[in-house]
């Protein structure tokens, strides 16, 4: 590999801002569970999912090689911000409650921002568990969004 191709590839510290932002999502997730305990199983299925995700992007980071990524798109700066993002909004929920309706909302801010600012297609995966892997967080990602949107219509009587 010639240095320009090294400079140009992603990084693990870059998986791993991806990995840190999914975790951070489930943290915001679980305390949304343990305010709404009617509905927490709705939450924890979702934070679940999430500490998946950064499970799988974990793995990806391990074993990165040349082969499984060509070059990145990322900016760090981006990531660091969604994940200060997903903080305060937990911290907020924890400090001062959070309605039923107003995290639905935020849940589905988050998970259509990941998708619109294409946190998972940045990387460029070239081996074939890389693409599965990059596939999969944004499919899963997606049914975040609907799962979400439905909960969010029966929570306002749509």
Do not use: C
């Not at 991806?18 to 999502?25: C, F, G, S, T, Y």
């Not at 299925?45 to 990165?64: N, Q």
């Not at 997606?142 to 439905?150: A, P, T, Y």
Request: charged share 30%.
């Amino acid at each position: 590999m010639t240095d320009g191709q090294s400079l140009h590839r992603a990084t693990p510290s870059s998986l791993e801002l991806l990995a840190a932002n999914e975790r951070a999502i489930a943290a915001l997730y679980e305390e949304y569970a343990r305010q709404h305990r009617d509905n927490d199983a709705f939450w924890l299925e979702l934070a679940s999912a999430e500490y998946r995700h950064a499970t799988w992007i974990e793995a990806l980071s391990t074993r990165e090689t040349s082969e499984d990524t060509k070059g990145s798109r990322f900016r760090r700066e981006s990531i660091q911000s969604f994940i200060r993002y997903v903080k305060d909004q937990e911290e907020v929920a924890r400090r001062n409650g959070i309605a039923f309706a107003t995290a639905l909302s935020l849940a589905y801010f988050i998970e259509t921002a990941l998708i619109e600012r294409r946190f998972f297609e940045q990387l460029e995966p070239q081996g074939s568990n890389a693409q599965r892997l990059m596939s999969n967080l944004q499919r899963e990602t997606e049914q975040h969004v609907n799962r979400v949107k439905d909960e969010l219509s029966r929570a306002k009587g749509v």
